[in-house]
């Protein structure tokens, strides 16, 4: 288990640094559960979903984002509860895996106008099973299997995920959520089973990731701010050898990483041992905006290991988040990375692995004289 030092906000701001932490421990099923109870007047982000990267057994190359939240701050205007399915689905020729193609996608949740009410998510907790439910879909949590059920936005989902090894808490353990507080955590996983759109079935092996995150402050870090500048990443890559998984903003150098291998997590933290650094941009016709489209990756871990990427997008999905006093941009890129994993001992891991980027970037901030 690591931790990272508190950075200090400057004065005035709301501290960003609650998403960049550093702690690896096993998931508990009591970490799936609400956690709303003594806090229900605070602002609040409580989420559950999964990102998953998958080959289907007739080759198409899948990616499939499924998430349920509650919103409840001044910056999302109004407080709702969100279903969100973005589903990608392409088969280029090999010869056009490392191109960036401006592919179709079908999205819905995250505009206002597909917000369900405050209160329509329903969480139901029982000693050995945690279910979300919202909008058809269903995530169902026991001791060590994730279920994805039902059908939303016209994708059914029959899937079934297990953890490859620990949760890595970068928001902050449940232990320590007090009366005021986050915690949370990402997981890679092996996932497997049935993803149906337009009529067509796609039998699905892969990985995902698990995300599962609380906060709930008198004021929620605005995402606005945090995505100022060059945006930030929301970065995972898997491969059988070894996964890794990174989380920066160009503004204020926070970011946090993890390299897993073997069950183990390797752990990295600040932008001085972290860098996703675009070498290829590509003008998006659906946004009107120019985004990366390669990236050469590099993570120094606490341990002196060592890892290398070079990843490629061939495609995208695309939506915006709006929020009060400005917009965000959301591209979801996927495609392939080739990666090199150095450990501190000298053994050295290649991989060719699914890739995945969520890029944020704010693209308009209303500016006031107040």
Not at 3 to 18: E, I, L, M, R, W
Not at 43 to 54: C, H, L, Q, V
Not at 81 to 97: G, K, W
Not at 231 to 260: D, R
Request: proline share 4%; charged share 25%; glycine share 10%.
């Amino acid at each position: 288990m690591a931790t990272v030092a508190k950075q200090t906000p400057a004065p005035g701001k709301v501290d960003q640094s609650v998403l960049f932490q550093m702690v690896s421990q096993p998931i508990k099923l009591s970490d799936e559960g609400a956690n709303t109870r003594g806090r229900e007047q605070m602002e609040t982000f409580n989420d559950s979903g999964f990102m998953i990267r998958a080959r289907a057994e007739t080759g198409e190359d899948i990616q499939l984002w499924t998430f349920l939240y509650q919103q409840r701050s001044s910056e999302v205007i109004i407080n709702g509860d969100l279903c969100q399915t973005c589903l990608i689905v392409s088969d280029f020729p090999a010869d056009e895996q490392s191109t960036m193609h401006d592919t179709p996608f079908l999205n819905k949740g995250q505009s206002v106008e597909d917000y369900y009410k405050p209160g329509d998510l329903k969480i139901t907790e029982t000693p050995s099973k945690v279910t979300w439910s919202l909008g058809g879909r269903e995530i169902i949590a026991t001791k060590d299997l994730w279920e994805i059920k039902g059908t939303h936005n016209g994708v059914r989902t029959d899937l079934r995920a297990r953890p490859l090894g620990p949760g890595f808490f970068h928001v902050g353990t449940f232990e320590k959520l007090g009366k005021q507080g986050a915690a949370g955590y990402q997981a890679h996983m092996a996932i497997e089973g049935e993803i149906e759109a337009k009529g067509k079935v796609y039998k699905i092996t892969g990985y995902a990731v698990h995300e599962r995150i609380y906060i709930a402050f008198p004021t929620i870090p605005p995402r606005l701010e945090k995505n100022r500048g060059g945006g930030s990443n929301w970065l995972h890559c898997f491969g059988p050898e070894f996964s890794f998984y990174i989380l920066n903003a160009s503004v204020g150098g926070h970011a946090t990483a993890m390299v897993q291998a073997g069950g183990k997590q390797y752990l990295a933290g600040g932008d001085a041992n972290i860098r996703t650094t675009p070498t290829e941009y590509w003008i998006d016709p659906k946004s009107a905006q120019r985004v990366p489209c390669k990236w050469d990756i590099w993570i120094k871990t606490s341990d002196g290991s060592e890892m290398k990427a070079t990843a490629v997008a061939n495609g995208r999905s695309y939506y915006y988040w709006l929020r009060r006093g400005g917009l965000l941009t959301v591209h979801q890129f996927k495609g392939d990375s080739e990666a090199t994993f150095t450990m501190a001992d000298g053994k050295v891991l290649r991989s060719k692995q699914f890739f995945h980027n969520e890029f944020m970037r704010t693209y308009y901030e209303q500016v006031t004289g107040d």
